[in-house]
């Protein structure tokens, strides 16, 4: 695990996301993100340096590794928002909402 993982992980325990490192397989259930050209400067905005770092972000913090179709889709987010997947981005994560019946 990378530095910049590392980081993103303590701030998910510290901001209540997980409990612990060993927790990290839950985080599909519980976050979202929004991917931007800039930092909403919150505790929960982070820098990749390119979609294959994202994607090793995404494969290590969920239960199953993304197939090639979603990670065609996320270069394709990017791209629509005028991005490089080849280059720096940022990634601002959220509660995921639950729709409650």
């Keep these: 695990m990378n530095d910049n993982f590392k980081t993103i992980i303590e701030s998910l325990i510290k901001n209540g996301f997980i409990e612990s490192e ?3 397989r839950e985080l599909g259930s519980k976050l979202d993100f929004k ?3 800039y930092s909403l400067n919150t505790p929960l905005s982070f ?3 390119n979609s294959e770092e994202f994607v090793t972000f995404l494969n290590f ?3 199953e590794e993304l197939d090639e179709e979603k990670i ?3 270069n394709a987010a ?3 928002q005028g991005l490089d997947p ?3 981005f940022y990634v601002n994560f959220f509660k995921k ?3 409650e019946l």
Excluded: C
């Design 86 to 88: 080849a280059h720096f």
């Design 22 to 24: 060993q927790h990290i």
């Design 97 to 99: 909402e639950v729709n």
């Design 47 to 49: 820098k990749f340096h």
């Design 78 to 80: 990017l791209l629509e």
């Design 35 to 37: 991917i931007t050209q």
């Design 72 to 74: 065609g889709l996320i």
């Design 61 to 63: 913090s969920n239960p």
